[in-house]
């Protein structure tokens, strides 16, 4: 299937610095990405989504400013938690979809906030 | 209302015997597509099965298949022969309508249990 990569797979940092984690579709273009926050044994709740070439669309409660991505080409999504602070410790995940039906996810990025 | 409903937070099953893990869906959507995804302790999202709602047929892949009722709107995932390494959480999400920009709405999950 087709695969999709993710960077860094963990990250811890302190509060206040800001974190990048890079989504990539390794194998298809995308025109659309999608970032997912999960909290443990919790269900996936999407973030945003992260339109090529234009503004991400965020879901209702997911400030802009705190979460920015940016969709700078067709396999290439970055999400940047700035300012971060211990309550945005969470495993973050993107997917994409293919040519296909299919959506396929990243491997995810547990972020620890000390 | 919730979108995708699994009502089974946990559930055991002794190897080499099939297990139903539940799911019930809620759209007014003529088109939609139901997935499952396996997610192991890893955290890695692995997708196990697609049904599109114009597909007749259930879905099958390998020991996976889908039974899908569109009447009844539910699309349980039947694991057959089951091993342990199928332990991990089991989620059910939908896409409705088909557009590329459509994110997947995904259910509360179900942990599967396997024993030996």
């Known amino acids: 299937g087709a695969v999709v990569s993710q960077h860094p797979s963990r990250v811890i940092c302190k509060s206040g610095t800001s974190v990048k984690i890079e989504c990539r579709s390794l194998?298809?273009?995308?025109?659309?990405m999608f970032w997912y926050r999960q909290f443990p044994k919790k269900s996936l709740m999407l973030m945003a989504t992260?339109?090529?070439?234009?503004?991400?669309?965020?879901e209702q409660g997911v400030e802009k400013d705190k979460f920015l991505i940016n969709h700078a080409s067709l396999t290439l999504s970055t999400l940047t938690v700035t300012s971060a602070h211990p309550e945005d410790s969470s495993f973050y995940i993107c997917?994409?979809?293919?040519?296909?039906?299919?959506?396929?996810f990243g491997p995810g990025t547990r972020l620890l906030v000390l | 209302a919730q979108k995708i409903t699994q009502t089974q937070p946990g559930m055991f099953v002794q190897e080499k015997e099939a297990v139903t893990l539940d799911c019930t869906y809620d759209?007014?959507?003529?088109?939609?597509?139901l997935f499952w995804y396996k997610q192991p302790s890893s955290g890695e999202m692995i997708f196990l099965i697609y049904?599109?709602?114009?597909?007749?047929q259930n879905a099958t892949e390998g020991r996976y298949s889908l039974n899908f009722q569109k009447a009844r709107k539910s699309a349980n995932l039947v694991i057959s022969a089951s091993q342990l390494g199928d332990s991990a959480m089991y989620f059910c999400?939908?896409?409705?309508?088909?557009?590329?920009?459509?994110?997947?709405?995904f259910g509360k999950g179900t942990t599967l249990s396997v024993s030996s």
């Open positions: 049904q599109g709602s114009y597909d007749e």
């Open positions: 997917s994409a979809r293919s040519y296909q039906e299919t959506q396929y």
């Open positions: 992260s339109n090529e070439g234009s503004k991400a669309t965020y």
């Open positions: 999400a939908m896409r409705e309508g088909n557009q590329a920009g459509t994110a997947l709405i």
């Open positions: 194998d298809f273009q995308a025109t659309t």
């Open positions: 759209t007014s959507d003529q088109s939609y597509g």
